[in-house]
């Protein structure tokens, strides 16, 4: 009997073990019948409790759409599972205890429990929806590697974990984390999350340690000796001591408020991120293994990388560096765009990488650099560089690159005024702008000019060079000592000469000129730019005048606006204006229309002064500044005028003239750089005396061979929309003091828009010449005035059609006006006046006519 029921239970265990699993999810079904290597043993189609319990090894069944994986359970004896990429909201893993691998990562997981899978030593749980990661247990001290990134995990417990040696929990919001128990530490990728602290004191063997993107704003890594990775960026840190971490080979540091770092003791450092920041300083001199360096967005002013020998990829932009020497580099790629202070940048012997999305065909960008004035690059990169940006090529030192080869003789420096004459360095001491040097070497004499910053460079030449000053005005200032010559190769590549220029005695000199900016056309404003400058030694105040044509022209507005306005004069107040600065006033008047009395029609002559009245003054020609101005119905956008006029007297030969060039870009893209080019008669016009006085845009000037003016404005980007396409350049020129009546001055300009053929402009005359004494029109050769004597009524009688009257204005003895009439008046009633003498004044295109009329009782 008892035989009987053992055999029975043994049939009945037997039957279960044989017993199908019914599983809840078809997927997860369908992926074990499909598993290689085989489940299903049978080959039924079905999976036993028995098929389950044999299977032993990797059970991989990812990107299945599982969504229920209740009947895990049966598989007890898997020693590593990929159930991954599938749609499980929660599973048990409490029967698969031989687990020492899991990957069940971008599921929709909300919850896991490992605590009881003692064999377990690596888990993927990343990209899931995790706000509980139970790992906890005595049991569990041989998990190694945890990856739970992007999850929403609020809290992990890792006290147990004593063996985990890489935690990867990147993208949670987790507030704080406690490691002091993880002294196997390999690995920490902590980025990501809510964190406003972290000790990793305790973690000595860390290698990699990434926590960008939290709010911390300290960190010791003191102990940390054996880091080669360091990812901090995104955070609130401001000091980082790193002296200790010599084995570093990759820094991230970018997005905090760092103004220093030190990296001195980091020899094997290789790539260094460090870009938005406060750095004012950087010394990298001691990393010569870098290779890849980003510290654009900082205020950095310079940068030695001399020992950066194995420097690939430099990102150095948005920063305010006034010169780039990569020539010891090994750069393939580099950014220095958005410095605005750079002016020379050396990328001699260096091999750039192609690069399609830049329009130089190569890894290189330096756009928003106003002031470079010279960028250096091996003789396979000039031509497409300048093909590119439309800017031409200089190989000859005779004249000024902007991009060359020839980059080994290069001699800049900067000019300063001593405004308080205690030596240069001062907050209250300025650029010396306009500060004209000669230049000559082995190539000849050429002369060149400082910018508005006070800077100025230029090419040299192999051997002995000699630059010396040459001053407008050198008995302001107190005598330069010569500079020593400059000799090259001994100095190359870049001999710095600059100067501090010291004020000798008290000298009032202020310079006024009068720019016509918006040309006159009827009906619509004109816009005009008045500039001053005290070209003197002592601080000035006083005011600007302008005056114009009132009964043709309507003030509409300045900036900055008016101190004072009468009927035909405009007043600006300036105060304490100092030596070499300069100041503008910007002024809109509306010309009258043809239709409008009295007209204005092109050809027509607009009549300007501005006036600078101050301090008694050296140089008093220059305070003042007339413009005849010609209205015009359609014009050149690019054109030359000579602001005098187009006659000047022969008493004015010798004095200055202003010639203004104005030009404009009416192509389809950006004028990149823009180039004017004046070819001087020599026989009309003294080039010794040339002085640029200013322009739209900043631009360097030059005098090659005594004869031709050249003005460069590199990177100007110049737009080609209407409102945005203009600009010019003033300057001025003595006429030579040999010229006679009749004699006359030719002049005109090629203006170069990039790589394009030269625009080049009508040729401007002026003829020296006595101005025509105008006849006065006699008024009984046009009217009579009928009865005169009168006693009320008079009635004026045209006797030549061939005028055109505005206006009638009756006058006393002493000068009143006591009436006003229409020009097209014949009959007025003036029977109001009193008894006495008046005059009639009529106002017509033949000038003003007048007679005499009596009024009786």
């Not at 429990?113 to 139970?134: A, E, G, H, Q, W």
């Not at 990388?305 to 690939?312: D, E, G, P, V, Y």
């Amino acid at each position: 009997m008892k035989k009987n029921i053992f055999l029975g239970i043994l049939l009945c265990l037997n039957a279960i073990s044989y017993a199908q699993i019914n599983f809840t999810d078809a997927n997860f079904k369908n992926a074990l019948l499909s598993h290689n290597p085989v489940i299903d043993t049978n080959r039924n189609g079905e999976i036993t409790i028995q098929e389950a319990e044999q299977f032993q090894g990797h059970l991989k069944i990812s990107g299945k759409r599982i969504t229920n994986a209740n009947e895990i359970k049966y598989f007890t004896k898997i020693t590593r599972l990929d159930i991954s990429n599938n749609d499980l909201s929660s599973i048990d893993l409490s029967k698969n205890i031989r687990i020492a691998e899991l990957r069940i990562q971008l599921n929709n997981l909300i919850r896991l429990d490992i605590s009881r899978n003692l064999n377990l030593k690596k888990v993927y749980c990343n990209n899931n929806k995790l706000t509980n990661l139970i790992t906890s247990s005595r049991n569990a001290v041989r998990l190694r590697e945890l990856n739970c990134f992007n999850n929403r995990l609020q809290n992990l417990d890792l006290s147990e974990l004593a063996q985990l040696r890489i935690l990867k929990v990147s993208k949670n919001q987790l507030r704080n984390i406690d490691l002091t128990s993880n002294q196997e530490l390999r690995t920490l990728e902590i980025n990501d999350n809510r964190l406003t602290a972290l000790n990793v004191t305790q973690n000595s063997l860390l290698s990699i340690l990434g926590f960008h993107n939290n709010t911390i704003s300290s960190l010791n890594v003191t102990q940390n000796s054996r880091l080669r990775v360091l990812s901090c960026n995104k955070n609130r840190l401001q000091n980082l001591d790193i002296t200790r971490n010599t084995l570093l080979e990759i820094l991230r540091i970018e997005d905090n408020e760092f103004t220093s770092i030190n990296t001195n003791n980091n020899i094997n450092l290789e790539v260094f991120r460090a870009q938005t920041n406060r750095l004012n300083t950087l010394n990298v001199s001691n990393n010569v293994n870098l290779r890849s360096l980003y510290i654009n967005n900082n205020i950095l002013t310079d940068i030695n990388l001399t020992q950066n020998t194995n420097l690939t990829d430099l990102i150095i932009s948005n920063n305010n560096i006034t010169s780039l020497d990569v020539s010891n580099c090994a750069i393939k790629r580099i950014d220095f765009s958005n410095n605005p202070e750079i002016t020379i940048a050396f990328l001699s012997e260096q091999r750039l990488e192609r690069d399609l999305n830049t329009p130089i065909g190569f890894a290189l960008r330096f756009q928003g650099c106003p002031k470079l004035q010279l960028l250096c690059l091996d003789e396979d990169y000039v031509t497409p560089t300048i093909k590119a940006l439309g800017n031409r090529i200089y190989l000859s030192t005779s004249t000024k690159p902007v991009v060359s080869s020839n980059c080994n003789a290069i001699i800049s420096g900067k000019v300063t005024y001593d405004i308080d004459n205690d030596g240069c360095g001062d907050a209250d001491d300025i650029p010396f702008s306009n500060f004209k040097f000669g230049v000559s070497g082995a190539d000849g004499f050429r002369e060149v000019f400082t910018n508005n910053s006070g800077e100025y460079i230029t090419i040299g030449n192999d051997g002995i060079n000699f630059i010396f000053p040459l001053l407008e005005n050198p008995e302001y200032f107190d005598p330069l000592t010569p500079t020593a010559p400059i000799n090259f190769p001994q100095e190359a590549p870049n001999a710095v000469r600059n100067y501090c220029i010291t004020p000798n005695g008290i000298h009032n000199d202020l310079e006024v000129t009068l720019i016509p900016i918006r040309m006159a056309v009827p009906g619509f404003n004109a816009e005009y730019l008045i500039t001053y400058k005290n070209k003197g030694t002592n601080r000035q105040s006083g005011s600007i005048a302008l005056d114009f044509m009132q009964n043709v022209l309507t003030f509409v507005s300045s900036q900055p606006t008016t101190t004072s306005i009468t009927t035909d004069k405009l007043s600006w107040n300036f105060t304490n204006l100092k030596p070499q600065e300069s100041r503008e006033i910007k002024v809109f008047l509306k010309v009258n229309r043809p239709t409008d009395n009295p007209s204005v029609n092109s050809g027509d002559i607009l009549s300007y002064k501005a006036t600078a009245i101050a301090a008694t003054d050296a140089t008093p020609d220059n305070n003042v500044a007339i413009f005849n101005q010609t209205a015009v119905n359609s014009f050149d956008p690019n054109d030359k005028t000579c602001l005098e006029g187009a006659t000047i007297e022969p008493n004015d030969v010798g004095n200055y003239l202003h010639y203004l060039i104005r030009f404009e870009n009416k192509g389809t893209a950006n004028a990149i750089n823009i180039r004017v080019e004046d070819d001087i008669d020599t026989s009309t016009l003294d080039i010794e005396s040339f002085i640029p006085l200013q322009a739209s845009h900043s631009y360097t000037a030059m005098v090659i061979d005594k004869k031709k003016i050249e003005f460069t404005f590199s990177n100007i980007n110049l737009p080609f929309d209407d409102a945005n396409n203009d600009g010019y350049v003033l300057f001025k020129i003595k006429t030579k003091d040999n010229l006679v009546e009749g004699d006359i001055i030719n002049n005109k300009a090629d203006i170069y828009f990039d790589f394009n053929p030269p625009v080049i402009t009508e040729v401007e005359t002026v003829t020296v010449k006595k101005k025509d004494t105008p006849s006065v029109p006699v008024f009984t050769d046009y009217f009579t005035l009928s009865p005169n004597p009168t006693t009320g009524n008079l009635t004026l009688t045209p006797v030549n059609t061939n005028i055109s009257v505005q206006q009638i204005t009756i006058h006393d003895v002493a000068g009143n006006v006591v009436g006003i009439f229409g020009g097209t008046t014949t009959n007025m009633n003036v029977s109001y006046l009193f008894a006495n003498t008046y005059f009639m004044q009529l106002h017509s295109n033949m000038g003003i006519l007048t007679t005499k009329f009596v009024k009786t009782n």
